[in-house]
Antibody
Framework: QITLKESGPTLVKPTQTLTLTCTFSGFSLSTSGVGVGWIRQPPGKALEWLALIYWNDDKSYSPSLKSRLTITKDTSKNQVVLIMTNLVPVDTGTYYC???????????????????WGQGTMVTVSS | EIVLTQSPGTLSLSPGERATLSCKASQSVSRRWFAWYQQKPGQPPRLLIHDVSTRATGIPDRFSGSGSGTDFTLTISRLEPEDFAMYFCHQYGSSLPWTFGQGTKVEIK
C-alpha cells in the first residue's frame, strides 16, 4: 500500500523560505519510471502543479515558479523535499505530494497520472 | 501552457441522473496523458480516470472518460450520493507545465 505524508511549517512570513518534506512508503524512488510530484491548492481554488522528481533524479518545474523552487530526493530515507523561496501571501494554500507511477522497458518509459496523494499540509503566508 | 477550461462550473442533478462534465484544452494534449480527479471537502484529490479512459484501481464502472486532442468528457452514468463533489481535469503531457482545470462542482439538485 502506497502512502505519502507531507510535513512542514504551517505559518511562514513573507520573504521567508518554505521547506516541505514528503515522506512515503510502499514504493521506492529508485524504481525505474517512478516519480513524486508536488501540487498546491489555494483555499477554494484549483490545483496547481509545482514540481516533479523522477527515479533517475530528472526534475521538472512549473516555469512560472522555477526560479523559486528546488526539489530533491533522499532515496534511503524515502523522502522528497520541496524548497520554495521568497514566499508571498498568494503562496498560501494546501500543499500535496503525490506518487507518479511509471515503468521503463526497451529504452522507453511510460508514466501514469498522480495516483496516490498525501493528505496535504496547509501553509499560510502572513506577517 | 495548456489551459484547461471545464464546463459547466456547477452541475445540479439528482441521484440516479447522468452527469456529463466537459474539459477543453487550449492545445492538443500529447498522447493520451489526460486524467480526471474527484475531490471532496477537506480531502486530497482521488484519481478516477487516467490515459483519457482508463479507470483507476477501485473506481466503479459508472465513471467513464472519453475524448481526444482538445476535447475530453467525464461521464457518471447514474449519480450515487457519494458522487456529489468537485471534479478536476488534468493534463500531464510532454509540454510543461502540467495543468489542471478550474473544476466542476456536482451538487444535489
Amino acid at each position: 500500500q502506497i502512502t505519502l505524508k507531507e510535513s512542514g511549517p504551517t505559518l511562514v512570513k513573507p520573504t521567508q523560505t518554505l521547506t516541505l518534506t514528503c515522506t512515503f512508503s510502499g514504493f521506492s524512488l529508485s524504481t525505474s519510471g517512478v516519480g513524486v510530484g508536488w501540487i498546491r491548492q489555494p483555499p477554494g481554488k484549483a490545483l496547481e502543479w509545482l514540481a516533479l522528481i523522477y527515479w533517475n533524479d530528472d526534475k521538472s518545474y512549473s516555469p512560472s515558479l522555477k526560479s523559486r523552487l528546488t526539489i530533491t530526493k533522499d532515496t534511503s530515507k524515502n523522502q522528497v523535499v520541496l524548497i520554495m523561496t521568497n514566499l508571498v501571501p498568494v503562496d498560501t494554500g494546501t500543499y500535496y505530494c503525490a506518487h507518479l507511477p511509471g515503468y521503463c522497458s526497451g529504452g522507453s518509459c511510460y508514466r501514469g497520472a498522480f495516483d496516490v496523494w498525501g493528505q496535504g499540509t496547509m501553509v499560510t503566508v502572513s506577517s | 501552457e495548456i489551459v484547461l477550461t471545464q464546463s459547466p462550473g456547477t452541475l445540479s442533478l439528482s441521484p440516479g441522473e447522468r452527469a456529463t462534465l466537459s474539459c477543453k484544452a487550449s492545445q492538443s494534449v500529447s498522447r493520451r496523458w489526460f486524467a480526471w480527479y474527484q475531490q471532496k471537502p477537506g480531502q486530497p484529490p482521488r484519481l478516477l480516470i487516467h490515459d483519457v479512459s482508463t479507470r483507476a484501481t477501485g473506481i466503479p464502472d459508472r465513471f467513464s472518460g472519453s475524448g481526444s486532442g482538445t476535447d475530453f468528457t467525464l461521464t457518471i452514468s447514474r449519480l450515487e450520493p457519494e458522487d456529489f463533489a468537485m471534479y478536476f481535469c488534468h493534463q500531464y503531457g510532454s509540454s510543461l507545465p502540467w495543468t489542471f482545470g478550474q473544476g466542476t462542482k456536482v451538487e444535489i439538485k
